[in-house]
Every structure is written in C-alpha cells, then in structure tokens.
C-alpha cells in the first residue's frame, strides 16, 4: 500500500500565486499529517515526483500518484509514526520494505492483503526501469 494518500483542500492548499490549489502543498501537508515529516528539515517540494495520473469515473475523482526522497532513515520514520502524528488513525501499520525490486516483490507475493498497486509498481520502474522490474515480478 502507499503511505500517503491526501485529499486536496482547496482553501488549505492553496498555491502563493492565487487561489487554485497546489498540488505539491496537498501532498507536503499529507506528508506531515500522515508521517510526520517536516518539509525542510526531512524533504523539499523538489523532492516529489509525481509519476502518474488516475481517475475514478465511477465517483468523479482523480489521484496523481508519487515518490518523494526523504533524509530520514526509516527507522526514524517509524519512530516519528509510532509516537503519534496528527492523521495516525490513516495508516493501521507501517511494513518497512527495502526499496528494490526483489525485496518489494518478495513482501507484495508473500502477504495475500497486498498487490502490486499501480504506485507502487510506476516507483519501482521510475528508479529501476522497467525490463528490470518486469524481469523480477515475472520470477513469481
């Protein structure tokens, strides 16, 4: 599963520039809310990468999905969650896996509740390729 998933308000994250809303500062708020990082001192705005675009057209929303680099380890992280951050309640654990191919593949193939969602496929080929990634999810 992904770690962050926010919805864009349009008054709380609004861009400097006027009132349509920036999508950076929706997921930088989901970011803090949900794990407890801190913009500047954990991660940028530059440091996302949005990688794809989904819709729903069954209930008319869409969701762009992403990576961002931290300068935490995930141990911190962890730590940070554990204590409590403001939107807790949003994530029942947090499952720390190694971020290569074989070490995801291995975690999403061997706990029936999760599949190789969309997201987390699309980081996966966005940091290995995807002859790569293709190779070791085609091993299973």
């Given at each position: 599963?992904?770690?962050?998933?926010?919805?864009?308000?349009?008054?709380?994250?609004?861009?400097?520039?006027?009132?349509?809303?920036?999508i950076?500062?929706?997921?930088?708020?989901?970011?803090?809310?949900?794990?407890?990082?801190?913009?500047?001192?954990?991660?940028?705005?530059?440091?996302?990468?949005?990688?794809?675009?989904?819709?729903?057209?069954q209930?008319?929303?869409?969701?762009?999905?992403?990576?961002?680099?931290?300068?935490?380890?995930?141990?911190?992280?962890?730590?940070?969650?554990?204590?409590?951050?403001?939107?807790?309640?949003?994530?029942?654990?947090?499952?720390p896996?190694?971020?290569?191919?074989?070490?995801?593949?291995?975690?999403?193939?061997?706990?029936?509740?999760?599949?190789?969602?969309?997201?987390?496929?699309?980081?996966?080929?966005?940091?290995?390729?995807?002859?790569?990634?293709?190779?070791?999810?085609?091993?299973?």
């Open positions: 599963e992904t770690s962050v998933v926010e919805g864009l308000s349009r008054p709380t994250d609004r861009g400097t520039h006027g009132d349509a809303p920036d950076y500062r929706c997921a930088c708020r989901g970011l803090a809310e949900e794990l407890g990082l801190r913009e500047s001192a954990d991660f940028s705005a530059a440091d996302i990468t949005f990688l794809s675009f989904g819709v729903s057209t209930y008319a929303l869409w969701a762009l999905r992403g990576i961002v680099k931290i300068k935490r380890d995930v141990s911190d992280v962890v730590a940070r969650w554990d204590n409590g951050v403001k939107d807790k309640f949003e994530n029942q654990d947090i499952l896996v190694p971020f290569t191919p074989q070490d995801v593949a291995s975690f999403v193939f061997t706990h029936q509740s999760f599949s190789l969602k969309p997201t987390i496929y699309h980081a996966l080929v966005h940091e290995f390729g995807r002859e790569h990634v293709d190779a070791v999810i085609a091993s299973y």
